[in-house]
């Protein structure tokens, strides 16, 4: 079965960088079938994808973040990881790491989710 | 950006009743929508993918219908364990809709 985990600071001071590690087991990054990407939720408000990458290293980006973020990938360690630049309040979310399985195209959904890591930005 | 607006943002119903919630695109999507379940605290769980294809495990009493700009999530028979927010999600763009809780009367 496969199962994602988040890990990263739980308490980031504004205009810092947000650093979050996903660690995939009972499966292989490297599958060409799927994809990979970040999403968060501030507290009791909706979901925001944030970005996506694939094994070889193919990076998407919402818009709105673009300037501030990164997503990479370690096929070797299996995992992928995101980093947040110049941090503010309403970066303070429960951040996912989850898996795109894509039909083709733009067709394609999130079928695997990490049990989500609370961020809080606060000095 | 193509947006997707869900109505209603929240009901009521008891158990054993039809629920019906509504997805609304900007644009056409053609089937290009998903459905996720998130109960309180925990990830959300796909429910169905490609506007009306049932994700493996998912009970038969959720479907999904529609194509465009129009789509619906049912619930044939409303269960206690069906307490949730339910999301849709777009992905041309990707943005989901504001989400919508069903709670049991």
């Known amino acids: 079965q496969l199962q994602l985990q988040e890990s990263g600071p739980g308490l980031v001071k504004p205009s810092e960088t947000l650093p979050l590690f996903c660690s995939v087991s009972?499966?292989?990054?490297?599958?060409?079938?799927?994809?990979w990407d970040w999403i968060r939720q501030p507290p009791g408000k909706g979901l925001e994808w944030i970005a996506n990458i694939d094994y070889s290293g193919s990076t998407s980006y919402n818009p709105s973040l673009k300037s501030r973020v990164t997503i990479s990938v370690d096929t070797s360690e299996n995992q992928f990881s995101l980093k947040l630049t110049s941090v503010t309040a309403a970066d303070t979310a429960v951040y996912y790491c989850v898996r795109r399985g894509v039909i083709r195209g733009d067709l394609y959904y999130f079928d695997y989710w990490g049990q989500g890591t609370l961020v809080t930005v606060s000095s | 950006d193509i947006q997707v607006t869900q109505s209603p943002s929240s009901l009521s119903a008891s158990v054993g009743d039809r629920v019906t919630i509504s997805c609304r695109a900007s644009?056409?999507?053609?089937?290009?929508l998903n459905w996720y379940q998130q109960k309180l605290g925990k990830a959300p769980k796909l429910l169905i993918y490609a506007a009306s294809s049932l994700q493996s495990g998912v009970p038969s009493r959720f479907s999904g219908s529609g194509s465009g700009t129009d789509f619906t999530l049912t619930i044939s028979s409303l269960q206690p364990e069906d307490c949730a927010t339910y999301y849709c999600q777009q992905s041309y763009s990707t943005t989901f809709g504001q989400g919508t809780i069903v709670e049991i009367k």
């Open positions: 009972g499966g292989s990054i490297s599958s060409g079938a799927y994809s």
């Open positions: 644009q056409s999507i053609s089937k290009y």
